[in-house]
């Protein structure tokens, strides 16, 4: 076997094998499930205890058969390893954000808080054939030891807690997930009070049972627990005990042996574009550093390679960086990244790096769905409206701040309703103008048509907006419409709340420049013949040669008195 042979088989296997944060993904959610259909039965509890023993009898079927305990023994030894594992290889603990913080606090309150109930229920019904039915566990940690209790109490929350946050992290990156979060938050919210409320409630019911002494006797007969089984109980939890401190100060060591690791060897240094300059270990990735180094950088998966928003554009070093991954290629291609992207997360550089981040440090997970890809900066051949109120400055001098707001919120809604009705992308309100896009997904000839639609749905409602207003507005609004074609740099363009999808390019001004020519024509609409031919419009209209400032060349125009008669058949055609 060759060289080249022997790579790509290892390449294939490696794609074929399961990679640590699937199995801990998958394992995590067995755990989810074992917890939920626990919390579920506790729930029963509201009824009566024996409704509490039915369920536990479902649950035990499930989770005591042989399938079901391997799958669940499974999962809890591959999750525990897989998370104690990451937070060793874990080369800093800075700038994680609080919500994961939150997690992994949780994640390792887990053991200490439930190790006992695990020992005096599975262990102790598997080691000693004790009889861990519900009856026997509300008496041990409820009139033996309340403590107890208390403990498991707090247990239960902070597992149902932790896995919850897991749950989240994973699926706000999934599109519907924006929709049914009320009703799993909801739900998230209520069950463990459910379960706990039908804990306490059982137990007091239990307290009630242990007054006949004929059913205290049955009870603690039907346990079957041998003589020390209380010293064995202590004596396993507290080796777990010393097992979980061992672990902790293991990964403590790891903090010390990291520290240690990186100042033995040559830092490398990442360069960001407002000029910042953060030294870091070579291996380190990007985002490890712009955490460390305190540079705003987005990840709302938390650094998984998941969600692409810590991506970023190579500005040099490109070269000294390693191909990237099956999975990071993958994340890449779903939100249409351009060439020169890379996951900041998923970049490990050996040598000085110089990187741009492209989302705000506040991107939020819509922003890791498949987007266009002119999203990114794209130049297109489109259509560009504009339209603007004549004399509105004057009709808002002798009105109620009220009034005026009324009245431009009813044309801006108008307005609005007529682009999107005719396939335009609404760009942003000027003032009292509006400026529209077609095309951002259409061919040139689609989108000259729908601007034109566009303008006649825009007079049409017009109309209807002063037919419905006449009391208060003295006179009608007047609107002027400028249309324009060409080639122009299209993307998500501006900062924070601000940014939005625009266009900026020739073509964009000489459609303003079109519409401002609508006052020296007394008209409602002018469009530029290349509109029209790509439209194929054969209306009636005023045509002109006119000079367009910031032009060097005439720009042949179509001039519409009222743009509502624009689909109007012409004369030739009546008379024909």
Known sequence: ?????????????????????????????????????????????????????????????????????????????????????????????????????????????????????????????????????????????????????????????????????????????????????????????????????????????????????????????????????????????????????????LLLLSRVFWVIHFKRRKLIEITYPDGNKIQAAPGTSVLEVSQLGGIPHAAVCGGRGRCSTCRVRIISGEGTLAPPSDRELAVLKRVGAAEGTRLACQINPIADLSVAPLLPAKASPSQSFSRPGYLQGQEKNIAILFADLRSFTKFSEHKLPYDVVFVINQYFRHMGEAIEKSGGHLDKFIGDGVMALFGLEDNPEEAAKKALAAAEAMARELAIMNKNLKSDLGEPLRIGIGVHMGSVIVGEMGYGKATSITAIGDAVNTSSRLEAMNKEYGSQLIFSDRVAKAAGFDGTSQTEEVMVRGRNEPLAIHIIENAADLSAPSSEAKAS
Not at 218 to 241: C, H, K, M
């Open 1 to 249: 076997m060759t060289a080249t042979e022997s790579d790509e088989l290892k390449t294939r296997e490696k794609r074929y094998l399961p990679r640590a944060g699937t199995l801990r993904l998958y394992s995590g959610l067995v755990l989810m499930a074992f917890l939920l259909l626990h919390l579920i039965n506790h729930s029963l509890g509201l009824i009566s205890l024996d409704a509490l023993e039915w369920g536990r009898s479902i649950f035990t079927s499930i989770w005591r058969d042989t399938l079901g305990t391997i799958v669940l023994l499974l999962a809890a030894v591959i999750h525990l390893l897989l998370v104690f594992a990451k937070l060793l290889a874990h080369r800093s603990y800075r700038r994680i954000p609080p919500k994961e913080i939150l997690q992994i606090v949780m994640g390792l309150a887990i053991p200490p808080l439930l190790i006992g109930h695990f020992i005096g229920t599975r262990a102790a019904h598997e080691a000693l054939g004790i009889h861990d039915s519900y009856a026997y566990v509300l008496y041990s940690i409820w009139v033996s030891e309340p403590l107890l209790g208390l403990l498991q109490a707090i247990g239960t929350v902070v597992a149902w807690l932790h896995g919850c946050l897991g749950l989240h992290f994973w699926l706000r990156l999934k599109p519907w997930y924006e929709r049914a979060f009320p009703y799993l938050y909801s739900t998230a919210l209520i069950l463990p009070v459910l379960a706990l409320t039908g804990f306490v409630n059982s137990a007091n019911e239990m307290e009630v049972l242990l007054q006949n002494p004929i059913w205290k006797q049955a009870f603690f007969e039907s346990i079957n627990a041998p003589s020390g089984a209380q010293e064995w109980y202590l004596n396993v939890r507290d080796t777990g005990y010393k097992i979980l401190i061992g672990l902790l100060i």
